[in-house]
């Protein structure tokens, strides 16, 4: 099988364009290596894929790059490309998202249609939901973004619904909650704080610390993708979640028993666009991805601070 993973140079990409290439599939990555962080991590991402003779990196912004070689003979397209962030999508950077976000995946999802209409898996993002009343979090519920990074990740879902009802095309939308695990971007939670435990540094937390996320093992979230194009319902939307909702202090106390390293703690305020809770409701991924949480947090976080201690 031959397959499309755009984004494939970050965190999640680069961990199924790996399991794919592992399992025998052909793989055209592409990537355009924003700036978001640096491009050195991005590339020690793509170390385990380089010596493969099935994954072809492709350098280059979706919204430039001619697609229809790229999605030729394609089966499926997993649609990971993003500009990744909440708390930097305001103000003049929201540019960025509505570029990389919303045009970026318009474009993609015409290409596919004239490329014989593979089946797009896209991933979304449980920022979608926003601040939400009532736990656990279900796919039917309201969509309220705070955020303009929510906001241009529910776009992205809508354009794939619309292209699924119109033209035919198979899409099936995953909304991650919090990804977490071996090549974690630098500026998520666990990663600065397991960094911080190893170079004794000190730590900003913003909030109280007494929200809470559904934190979910990337192996967990690979294996939920590559579900989603052989059994998904075309043209729905499914939570991934890991199913243990925690507070970050209690993430705090984790890692200092794993690292056996005492914390320094900054406390700040809360940032606009950061959700109070998150709990996903994974009924839906159960019934038709097969999808379980394989990975307690307690034991994703060891394997994360191992690859941090690892020198990555």
Known sequence: MKAVVTGAA????????????GDGHEVVGIDCFTDYYPRAAKEANLGPLRGSPRFRLVEGRLQDLDLAPLLEGAEHVYHLAAQAGVRASWGREFCHYTEHNVLA?????????????????YASSSSVYGDAGDLPLREDGPCRPISPYGV???????????????????????????????RQR???????????????QEVTLYGDGLQTRDF??????????????????????????????????????????????????????????DMRDTFADTTAARRDLGFRSTVSLADGLV??????????
Request: aromatic share 8%.
């Open 10 to 21: 970050g965190f999640i990409g680069s961990h199924l364009a790996e399991s794919l290439v």
């Open 105 to 121: 995946t318009q474009r993609l999802l015409e290409a596919a249609v004239d490329a014989g209409r593979p089946t797009v898996v």
């Open 152 to 182: 241009t990740k529910l776009a992205a879902e809508h354009l794939a619904l619309l292209y699924h009802r119109n033209h035919g095309l198979p899409t099936v939308c995953l909304r991650f909650f919090t990804v977490y695990g071996p």
């Open 186 to 200: 630098p500026d998520m939670a666990f990663h600065r704080f397991l960094r911080s435990a190893l170079e004794g």
């Open 216 to 273: 979910t093992y990337v192996a967990d979230v690979v294996a939920a993708a590559r579900s989603a194009p052989l059994s998904g319902r075309h043209g729905c939307v499914y939570n991934v979640g890991g199913g243990e909702r925690v507070a970050l202090n209690d993430v705090l106390r984790a890692v200092e028993r794993i690292t056996a390293r005492t914390l320094r703690i900054q406390r700040r305020e809360a940032q606009k666009g």
């Open 303 to 312: 394997r994360e601070w191992e690859w941090i201690r690892g020198g990555r």
